[in-house]
């Protein structure tokens, strides 16, 4: 390209006489050159767009399950909430905490404990609950969001849930005790927030514990629900 540069500047002064072959060659070179030019730029920005993309996915991960940590899966409720709002479409939350977890790991090993947990995930991950959006909230309180799902339909899941986590077996003691979970289940009333959704699936779930673990329970209404249903 450089030199088909000077041999045109040459022809333009009139030291070298006018070859149309030349203009053109100049022409499609010019071309070729802002077509790779142009290439190498969509190239970067697709590098530059999955750097950015893994970058937030590993952000909002839970580093060791993989699923959305409490950061990322509490965002994503809001979004659901909104939209389930919008929609006027049910939307559950479940609150879920293994039972009996830390005696599994005074026994057992971390080790053990840390299997536990990538197994319960994989019990999370409902097939039958395409939708179901999985976070850890800490430790082995864990969390799922059911857009779509009424309680009903969340109560299937989690007894789901219970009954596959204790068909896997896993011993929290010598004895053999099953690992089993105690789970809580709100369902979004109307005009209700996030806060108040996660708080009255954490409440139901230590009344679960409470029972005596290894059950699901429903939260009660909102106070604002409740005084509605009264009228």
């Known amino acids: 390209m450089l030199v088909l540069t000077a041999i045109d500047s040459a022809q333009t002064s009139g030291a070298l006489p006018d ?23 969509a190239h970067r920005a697709l590098d530059l767009r999955r ?24 965002e994503r409720l809001r979004q659901r909430v909104r939209e389930a709002a919008r929609a006027e479409q049910p939307l559950c939350v479940l609150f879920l905490d293994l039972d009996r977890f830390k005696s599994l790991n005074d026994n057992f090993g971390h080790r053990a404990g840390d299997d536990a947990l990538l197994a319960f995930v994989a019990v999370l991950r409902d097939p039958s609950q395409p939708r179901a959006e999985v976070g850890r909230y800490g430790g082995e309180e864990f969390t799922v969001a059911l857009p779509g799902c009424d309680l009903e339909q969340a109560q299937r899941y989690a007894g789901r849930a219970r009954g596959r986590l204790r068909g896997l ?44 673990r290894d059950c699901v329970m429903l939260a009660a209404a909102p106070p604002e629900s409740a005084a509605a249903a009264t009228r």
């Open 19 to 41: 070859v149309l072959w030349i203009n053109d060659a100049c022409i499609a070179a010019a071309a070729f050159e802002a077509a790779v030019l142009s290439l190498g730029l």
């Open 51 to 74: 750097d950015l993309d893994l970058a937030r996915a590993q952000a909002d991960a839970d580093a060791f399950t993989g699923v959305l940590n409490r950061r990322a899966w509490t």
């Open 169 to 212: 077996g896993i011993a929290v003691d010598a004895g053999g005790r099953p690992l089993t979970v105690s789970i809580g289940i709100a369902e979004l009333a109307p005009g209700e927030d996030t806060a108040s959704l996660i708080a009255r699936a954490d409440a139901a779930m230590y009344a679960a514990k409470n029972a005596g």
